[in-house]
Nanobody, 127 residues
Framework: EVQLQASGGGLVQAGGSLRLSCAAS????????VGWFRQVPGKEREGVSC????????YYADSVKGRFTMSSDDAKNTVYLQMNSLKPEDTAVYYC????????????????????RGKGTLVTVSS
């Protein structure tokens, strides 16, 4: 059974940092693009960051570029999202998703049709 589990959310003051984790089971990320999305109730989801399946650049939305860093640990089949210099507007439910297509196009376009999606983790940034 394919599962993605995001964790690491919480409450942090503006300017602080959090590291989110997304652990995969039932498959490996090798042939999949994996991305992070965020969504605030009542607002459009936003594709935040993505690592493509093949060698290529990691994608970051303009809203997080320079503050967030996505990485992967193949041995642990886990990806991370290091979030620094957090702002109140970063408050959202963050979730990870993966797609066999291999490219990050769906994340770049904030699409909701990735192959697999995990439950989210809430990040709250206070001002």
């Amino acid at each position: 059974e394919v599962q993605l589990q995001a964790s690491g959310g919480g409450l942090v003051q503006a300017g602080g940092s959090l590291r989110l984790s997304c652990a995969a089971s039932g498959f490996t990320f090798d042939d999949y693009a994996v991305g992070w999305f965020r969504q605030v109730p009542g607002k459009e989801r936003e594709g935040v960051s993505c690592i493509p399946a093949s060698d290529g650049s990691t994608y970051y939305a303009d809203s997080v570029k320079g503050r967030f860093t996505m990485s992967s640990d193949d041995a642990k089949n886990t990806v991370y999202l290091q979030m620094n210099s957090l702002k109140p507007e970063d408050t959202a439910v963050y979730y990870c998703a993966t797609d066999s297509w291999g490219s990050c196009a769906k994340v770049v376009n904030s699409r909701d049709d990735m192959d697999y999606r995990g439950k989210g983790t809430l990040v709250t940034v206070s001002s």
